[in-house]
């Protein structure tokens, strides 16, 4: 999918990746300090990551679809892809409706939530990995002139 030319999914995916280690910053934060702003920023930074990480994959299944006719080669490594960065926004999807139903009295996270969290973006970040092979080796979205 394309927007003026430019691949949609490519777009969406930076926001979740910045997101959820921001996200846990802030969580830390909160746990750390007791203050109440670092808890309720990472509630928004994990909602927006959530909305738009779910955009992200939405753009990306119909990028997979382009991919298994043009390259299939790349097949396997855009499903991993796919799997590992679906498992992720569905746990972080878990952990945001957790934090939604005490809204808009956030409370902090326990250390149990952290270190999973701490898991949770190392995973996202080895689904990255294999999302950046697709754009270096196999050279989806990029257009050669």
């Known amino acids: 999918m394309k927007f003026f030319g430019h691949p949609i999914h490519i777009m969406l995916v930076h926001f979740p990746i910045a997101l959820f ?70 746990v972080y999807t878990v952990l945001a409706y957790s934090q939604y139903k005490n809204y808009p009295a956030l409370k902090p996270n326990d250390l149990t939530i952290l270190i999973l969290k701490a898991g949770i973006i190392g995973l996202m970040f080895v689904g990255n990995y294999f999302g950046g092979s697709l754009i270096l080796k196999y050279k989806i979205a990029v257009e050669n002139d």
Request: charged share 10%.
């Open 21 to 90: 280690p921001f996200e846990f910053v802030c969580s830390f934060l909160g746990f750390y300090t007791g203050n109440r702003t670092f808890t309720d920023t990472s509630f928004y930074a994990i909602v927006g990551g959530v909305i738009l990480g779910w955009a992200a994959i939405g753009c990306g299944i119909f990028d997979l679809l382009q991919v298994l006719k043009d390259n299939p080669k790349a097949v396997k490594t855009a499903v991993i892809h796919g799997s590992v960065n679906t498992c992720v926004l569905m």
